[in-house]
């Protein structure tokens, strides 16, 4: 987790929440679980151009990326911002692609540092 933090944080994204879905199932149901974390991202400037732009891009802000250890392996994924403005049926839109393009290449960087 310190270094997926360290990462985003070097690539200008901040973590907004941080979801323990562990905790969460074990609080509400008494079972144990996978340790899986959903981290809340966001860069700030990028989420402002969005959002002059589009107001109603908020619903898929911020980013999330999942962090969970399957046995002896760590998997971390993100949504493709850029996949996300096509379900809100706004692609068209020049700059909000302009946005989901600068955020992909962030969360790839993000990936390529914590491979192995």
Same mark, same amino acid.
Do not use: W
């Given at each position: ?38 981290? @809340? ?10 959002? =002059?732009?589009? $107001? *109603?891009?908020? +619903?898929? %802000?911020?980013?999330?990326? @999942? ?10 994924? =993100?949504?493709? $911002? *850029?996949?996300? +403005?096509? %379900? ?29």
């Amino acid at each position: 987790m310190e270094k997926v933090n360290a990462t985003l944080k070097d690539e200008g994204v901040g973590v907004l929440t941080k979801i323990d879905v562990r905790e969460t199932i074990e609080q509400k149901f008494g079972e144990d679980f996978r340790p899986y974390v959903i981290l @809340s991202a966001s860069n700030t400037p990028l989420s402002h151009r969005a959002l =002059s732009n589009l $107001p *109603e891009v908020g +619903i898929i %802000l911020p980013c999330n990326v @999942s962090v969970e250890k399957r046995d002896a392996d760590v998997f971390i994924s =993100s949504a493709n $911002p *850029e996949t996300m +403005i096509m %379900l809100g049926e706004h692609e068209e839109d020049a700059a909000l692609r302009e946005v989901a393009a600068e955020a992909r290449a962030r969360l790839d960087c993000v990936a390529q540092s914590m491979k192995p």
